[in-house]
Each structure stands twice: as C-alpha cells, then as structure tokens.
C-alpha cells in the first residue's frame, strides 16, 4: 500500500559514493542468554541527478514496489542531490520529485511525481540507472545515450569536482533526452486515465522493450532517427 511516512534515517547527505556498503552491526538480546542475533545496517550515501536535484523524495525500496511503504526509511536530498540512508537490507533506491523539488542545475522547478530509480549498490540514482532497473544492459545504455565506454553508471556523478567535462557534459545530455522522452510518453499515456506512477513505469518500459527489440533484430534505436521515434510512439 502506498504509505507517506517511514523512519527517516540519516537527514540530507553531504556525501557520495559508498552505496550499499555494510554498516556498523549491533548485537540485539532476546532476554534468553543462550539466544541472541544481530542486526545488521547498510549506508547508503549517494546524489540524485538529472541536474542535481534538492529536496527530492529518496527512500529504500524494500519490496520493490516502487512507492514508499510505512516501513522504508527516507529522506530529502541536499542542494547538490546528495542523500544519506540507513537501511536494514540491502536494497534499490528510489527517488520521487515533488512540489519542494528544484533542479539546482537549472535553478526551477522540476517536473512534480518524477520517479527515477537505481539497482542495489548503485550511488547515483538518474534517468541511466533507471534504465538500467527495466532491464538494459550497461552497454547498452551506453551505446543508447552516446557516453562514453569507461565511465561506472554505478557512481558516475557528473556534477562532481575533478570530472572529466566532456564526460560530464555527455552525461548531462544523456539525462535531459531520457527525462524529455519519458515526460512525452508519460503525457500520451495519461491521457487514457490510468495514474502517474503507472504511466512513467508504461512509458520507462516501452522505451526499453522498443531499444531490445531494434537490437534483436541487428539494428540499433536512436533518438535522432525519425524511424525509432516512430516505432517507440507506436
């Protein structure tokens, strides 16, 4: 069921990188001196980006339904996207804008009830990991958008200091195409009746099984051609 509340475990991050790393272990006593176990927690330190995004909705998704449950920790990002979590199992991390969200990027507001979302021991949560949760491959992602073959989709943040420009720029591109063509096939489908979240997820499917199926077939999808537009809005 869809819940509102959950524990907010670890505030606005400052930090990224270590996703889905162990963190410190307690020992929790039944009361039977032979009889113990011990809870273990995961940090999840990381940044959710298109531009980076502050005060966006980021929360474990435990049963990987995609909404936050009464008992999946959360949090709001910090003005550079950044986001710190603690959780009880290792799990995919989901990111939702809402009316408090801003694209620091940009300086405006984004789009209200954008959900983006990354696998288990992911850092970076974006429009490319997302992909990457509806079932493409790292190459393909990456032959898709046009980035480059060395950089790690795991942890790849490219509003960071020290990062490659043009690596960061074709990043910064690969995300605006992706949230662009998710937006438009997320407009088309609402317009049948059925709810946001079930229209980003047909819209999110439909780019994805559209790319496997031109590379089934020994082609490839691009975004410039004319033709896979067509089969994707088709």
Do not use: M
Not at 24 to 40: E, P, R
Not at 68 to 85: H, I, V
């Amino acid at each position: 069921g869809e819940g509102t509340g959950g524990e907010n475990a670890g505030g606005e991050g400052t930090g990224g990188g270590n996703a889905g790393g162990e963190g410190a272990g307690g020992d929790s006593s039944t009361g039977n001196n032979d009889t113990s176990k011990q809870i273990s927690n995961f940090a999840v330190d990381g940044h959710v980006i298109k531009g980076p995004l502050s005060n966006a909705i980021v929360f474990a998704d435990y049963d990987g339904d995609g909404v936050l449950d009464d008992n999946e920790p959360f949090t709001r990002t910090a003005e550079d996207g950044s986001f710190s979590l603690v959780t009880s199992q290792e799990s995919a991390i989901v990111a939702v804008t809402d009316e408090e969200t801003i694209d620091t990027l940009t300086d405006q507001a984004i789009v209200e009830g954008f959900t983006l979302k990354a696998p288990i021991g992911f850092s970076v949560v974006s429009p490319a990991t997302t992909l990457a949760t509806y079932g493409l491959s790292d190459d393909q992602i990456k032959s898709l958008l046009n980035l480059p073959v060395d950089i790690d989709l795991a942890s790849f943040n490219p509003f960071e200091e020290g990062v490659d420009p043009s690596q960061a720029l074709a990043y910064e591109k690969a995300a605006l195409t992706v949230f662009s063509t998710i937006t438009a096939l997320t407009s088309v489908t609402l317009g049948s009746g059925v709810s946001l979240a079930d229209a980003q997820n047909t819209a999110f499917s439909t780019l994805v099984s559209t790319v496997q199926e031109k590379i089934n077939e020994g082609g490839s999808f691009s975004f410039r051609s004319t033709d896979s537009i067509v089969l994707l809005l088709n």
